[in-house]
């Protein structure tokens, strides 16, 4: 917003750590790029090999070579369940559970390309077909609820009750809602601060 106000160049995308076990950015970096028109370039997709298949139940989250020695020590349940679901996806659809955790990460909004951390041609090779991968809805659907964040207050409490409170029930941007149970409870208090007020100016109030 600085840019825009001093006519600077604006920054038009952004990096961050994004993949189905790293969620977190969705409470304000994502809404902030589509909010304000930048591309969104996430780095670890594959939160750095712990969701590639690499590390599995079988293997006891033991591997070999590259960053294993590192990365395996860091692998934890959220990871292992995650690698459930994707090995589910990919028989399911005769693919990889690379392609699988790289098709739904670019298929998100505002997301415009993915940086790859692959180590090998052929690690290389295999990520680049995510882009021909479509997911079906529910399997979408399935590694949604399984990895949903959770977001710091006050987004969730924005998501459930911030529009209801402020559009009282009207269509703003394409974007309805109900009106909240505390609406007129609201409207009354406002309507009497407002009414003190004139009266305390000596200005003419309409009670009806």
């Known amino acids: 917003m600085i ?8 920054f038009i995308a952004t990096q961050i750590e ?3 076990a790293e969620r977190s950015s969705e409470a304000e970096l994502l809404p902030m790029a589509t ?3 930048m591309g969104v370039i996430p780095w670890a997709p ?3 090999g712990r969701i590639s298949g690499k590390y599995t139940r079988q293997n006891g989250a033991q591997a070999e070579g590259g960053r294993a020695a590192l990365m395996g020590p860091r692998v934890t349940e959220k990871h292992l ?9 990919a028989l399911e659809l005769n693919t990889t559970i690379p392609r699988v955790a790289l098709s739904w990460l670019q298929n998100r909004n505002a997301v415009t390309t993915t940086i790859l951390g692959a180590r090998l041609p052929e690690h290389l090779e295999d990520n680049v077909q995510a882009l021909a991968l479509e997911l079906p809805t529910e399997i979408t659907d399935s590694l949604e609820k399984l990895t949903t964040p959770e977001l710091p207050f006050p987004i969730e409490f924005l998501n459930q009750n911030a529009k209801a409170l402020h559009q009282g029930s009207t269509t703003v941007n394409g974007v309805s809602t109900r009106l909240h ?3 007129p409870v609201i409207k009354r208090i406002i ?11 000596g200005l003419p109030v309409n009670n009806g």
Do not use: K, N
Request: hydrophobic share 50%.
């Open 3 to 10: 840019a825009i106000t001093r006519g600077w160049a604006p």
């Open 181 to 183: 149970p505390y609406g």
């Open 35 to 37: 909010a304000m028109g």
């Open 18 to 20: 994004y993949s189905l």
């Open 191 to 201: 309507t009497d601060l407002f009414h003190c007020c004139a009266r305390s100016l």
């Open 81 to 89: 369940q995650i690698v459930d679901a994707l090995t589910e996806a």
């Open 46 to 48: 594959l939160a750095a």
